[in-house]
């Protein structure tokens, strides 16, 4: 069994709690707008971090993360991006992707709203951790965690880090 903790749009912060959050899972996955190296080292420093970049992401982060990953995970075969769409209404850069690749996991981010939810059409799970980070158009902060066991995606939980122009900065 591979425990996961999944993020998107830090954009240059992490939230203090994310570390606790995330204190059982095997690894970090970052669906992109991380923002700063200062934060892809963060968590990196804490667990192996694969990581997508995003619109905001400049050079730097650019040249250390690509735009898409594909991987396996245990026996589920995931696609990974920032500006993924929803589904049924995927971004034109992606779908014909996973529309020939059929992943078992498809995450991104970019909406700020955290989704979850299995595609009518192609049958793979569909996931959007919602925006992590203080900057940005949403409402309330969010991260997901959950486990893959052999070809099972389990135990899903999204939590909200509080309001985002409530929180403190650090």
Avoid: Q
Avoid at 15 to 32: C, Q, R, S
Avoid at 88 to 96: P, Q, T
Avoid at 115 to 121: G, I
Wanted: hydrophobic share 40%.
């Amino acid at each position: 069994m591979h425990k996961i903790g999944l993020l998107s749009d830090t954009h240059g912060w992490l939230h203090p709690d994310l570390f606790e959050f995330f204190g059982e899972t095997d690894e970090i996955w970052h669906a992109g707008d991380i923002g700063s190296m200062e934060v892809a080292k963060k968590l990196a420093l804490f667990k192996p971090l694969k990581a997508v970049y995003g619109n905001i992401d400049g050079g730097v982060i650019r040249k250390t993360f690509k735009e898409v990953l594909e991987f396996r995970t245990e026996g589920v075969d995931v696609i990974m991006t920032h500006i993924g769409g929803t589904p049924g209404r995927y971004n034109h850069k992606i779908s014909g992707l996973i529309s020939s690749r059929r992943p078992d996991l498809f995450v991104c981010g970019h909406s700020h709203i955290a989704k979850v939810a299995r595609d009518p059409k192609t049958g793979f799970l569909y996931v959007n951790p919602g925006a992590a980070g203080y900057h940005g158009f949403h409402k309330y902060m969010t991260a997901i965690r959950f486990a893959i066991d052999g070809t099972e995606i389990r135990d899903m939980e999204i939590i909200e880090l509080g309001e985002r122009g409530k929180a403190i900065k650090i």
